[in-house]
């Protein structure tokens, strides 16, 4: 009796391993406020629609306060980028604090209009089909009243290198 449960535990053992390192399909990560690692100049010239921008053009103490920020209305909604070559990697991302081995890993920038800034978001799933990839997210819960001013967010999902020439983002929130 003794060697029956102790082969039934070592076999429950066995089988919660192998599930907690099977991770995530593609060995995917997201970095779920990712804009401090991206390159401010990449960013002024990616902006989206439905978030509000410093003003460049404002001055304290001369121009009324509501003028601080402008609403953007007519970039894209989003913008997703798939970065496999060291070329993109250079223009996007602030190698100083961010780098991946883009060998046998890839990035995808997705930047879209947000106004949970006080939450992360986590990767729920990813299905690939053909050279399409679908990548999940959920906003993490919270019973608070959190909402901001809507604010440019930047997802990175680092993964397995694969081939991909489209990406979708689906934010369940």
């Known amino acids: 009796m003794k060697k029956a449960i ?42 989206v629609s439905g978030a509000f921008y410093p003003n460049p053009d404002y001055e304290e103490g001369v121009d009324s306060p509501d003028e601080r920020y402008i609403f953007d209305e007519s970039s894209p909604e ?3 980028f798939i970065i496999t070559e060291e070329s993109q990697f250079d223009d996007i991302f602030d190698e100083d604090k961010f780098s991946i081995d883009l060998a046998d890993k890839m990035a995808i920038l997705y930047i879209f209009a947000d106004v ?6 986590k990767l729920s799933d990813i299905e690939k089909t053909g050279d399409r990839l679908e990548i999940c ?9 959190d909402a901001t001013m809507p604010f ?16 979708t983002f689906i934010n369940q929130k």
Do not use: H, W
């Open 78 to 80: 989003s913008r997703t």
């Open 152 to 167: 440019m967010r930047c997802f990175v999902v680092t993964l397995d290198k694969t081939d991909i020439s489209e990406v």
């Open 6 to 47: 102790a082969v039934l535990m070592f076999t429950l053992a066995a089988v919660a391993v192998f599930i907690a390192g099977c991770g995530s399909k593609y060995n995917a990560t997201l970095i779920s406020n990712a804009d401090d690692i991206i390159n401010p100049n990449f960013l002024e010239q990616n902006r």
């Open 116 to 121: 949970y800034g006080t939450r992360d978001y």
């Open 137 to 145: 997210c959920s906003l993490e819960y919270s019973a608070a009243d």
